[in-house]
């Protein structure tokens, strides 16, 4: 495998190690009045105690990103790109659950600190609703500034559907309503922001209104980043897979996509944190409630009384769902089944690269044979055929490209597009040419014995 | 002027919203003419039923204590009521309290220091 892949799939992972480090270290920090996901009263924020669970969280955390930081590099030891996507994908995994480890047990022991000091704010049924900051602040984000962007999102998926629309094409088709689908959930979620609860910390309305703003234009802002963001990238991955880009900007359009939201959504985060640190602390009554029974371990929501699907999140950055409401509910078995895709993917890379790919020749037809059928080439449809001592070269459309295995549609130098079904390392190949089209495998003494018998002519 | 909903509490939401707006008025926090949020917006605001919202701010209004218009919403504007009819059905509401107040023994002069000490709070805030 290409070692400069394996330094772009590092390059794009790797960040999610330091980013979950920054995110929970970041947590220790009083967001209003909530540490590592726990409410507490505002001048139990010195408590030392508390301070000093703070500083063994930091340790039990900085310990487990340590663990996490090497395992990486072992794709540099492994060739075969399963093996790297095994690597990879698995310690992703890792990186996104294992920081969360100590992040629950601080903040069960801050939740036993705050029972035992009694920190409870009364009654955690109670919601505070600011009439002022709400009647000033009813106002909708605009639709017109994302129009642009969806439209661009959508161009490649409307040109391939009035090209002509084809079987080969079909994944290209679902890359595209993919991508399309992200802008428009973008989309969703920008017009969203303006829904979210009004901000509460102090008495004064004016505090609660100019915070409210703050944050919703800071995220008004970013989801409407991310869909212009996501609208050029989809352009870019269409001129990728249909070949009409070079590879290389492809990885470079990959790179900068995650780079662009990456910043995008930290510098909203934390422009909006930083404003509302600020802002409760000049503010001369503070206010809060006490919400931490909704929240499970402090990170999902669960609210029955909340008619609300979408909230602020109390760890990390962004928003949440209301488990407890049904879209809350769909959204969350959506993202665990993307969660769980994540180790099932080098599985199934690592059966399509160690599974051999059987070519042979029955009574009438060759059949090819790779995890199932997967091709059948009957005589008789057979025009002519061609026998090659090397591959030429060959830039995959759909389909498998690996050291071992071409299996799908490729442009083929001095061939133009047709199917693949090979391992490039053992030649020699056949070119089967048929009324759809070519057929490339490899020619094997089998199939070779089958042509010489049923094409007159023809002799290897 | 913040409202704050106990879900816990035996007083209905819709009560909850109307007696605090009510409050707020006596107490300077909400002005005549200030506008308050579109029925859909609290509703949304507090997790609660539209209709909730709806029930509080009908009773507001038939109380004289805020305006509905379709295309402006909610906004606080006392009534132009006669004194001599609020005072006839404050004078009912007053009636059915100082009843209760009776029959839980409660006597004329604790009565009396309850509805002094709330008269001197309400100076107090205007």
Sequence with gaps: MNIFIKIFLLVLLYPVLPIMYFLLMNETKPRKNIVLGVTLPYPALDDPELKAACQQFKRALGKAVLLLAFPPFLVFFADSISVVMFILFYWLLLAIIIPFIPYTKYH????????ERNWEAGSSQKILVDLKALAANDVQAKV???????????????????????????SILAFCATLLLVTVLFFTLYRLVSRQRTEIIAEDSEYNLVLTRIRRVNWTRFWLSAAWINALYTVILWLSVTGRTVFFVFLLATALYTVAILWTVLKAEFATRNMQHKLAAA????????????????MFYYNPNDQKSLVSNRVGIGMTVNLARPAGKITMAFALLCLLSVPV??????????????????????????LSEIAKIMAQEIESVELLP???????????????????????????????????????????????GFIMINGTGEVLAFLEDKIPGFSP | MILSLDFSSETPIYLQIRNQVLLAIAGGKLKPGEKLPAIRT??????????????????????????????????????????????????KELELIVSEAKVKGISKAEMRELFNRLLEGMEEEK
């Excluded at chain 1, 199934?348 to 009574?363: D, Y």
């Excluded at chain 1, 001095?414 to 079904?421: A, I, V």
């Excluded at chain 2, 209004?61 to 218009?69: A, L």
Aim: aromatic residues 10%; charged residues 20%; positive net charge.
């Design chain 1, 390 to 436: 090397e591959l030429p070269a060959a830039r995959r459309i759909v389909g498998t490209g690996m050291d071992n295995l071409r299996k799908g549609t490729f442009d083929v130098e001095g061939y133009g597009r047709g199917k693949l079904y090979l391992n490039p390392r053992q030649p020699p190949f056949l070119v089967i040419y048929t009324r759809q």
């Design chain 2, 42 to 91: 609290l509703a949304n605001e507090a997790g609660v039923n539209m209709m909730t919202v709806n029930k509080a701010y009908q009773l507001l209004k038939e109380e004289g204590i805020i305006s509905i218009d379709r295309r402006s919403g909610a906004f606080v504007s006392l009534s132009r009521d006669s004194k001599a009819d609020v005072l006839a059905r404050l004078s």
């Design chain 1, 345 to 370: 993917l080098p599985l199934w890379v690592m059966a399509e690269e160690f599974t051999p790919l059987r070519i042979e020749a029955t009574e009438s037809a060759i059949v090819i044979t790779h």
């Design chain 1, 144 to 170: 017109w500034p994302v129009i642009p962007a969806l439209l661009v999102s959508a161009f490649p998926l409307a040109y391939e559907l009035t090209a002509g629309l084809s079987q080969t094409h079909f």
């Design chain 1, 108 to 115: 069960r022991k801050l939740k036993a600190l705050k029972q």
């Design chain 1, 283 to 298: 503010s001369p009554a503070p206010l809060y409630t006490d919400e931490d029974r909704y929240w499970i371990n402090g």
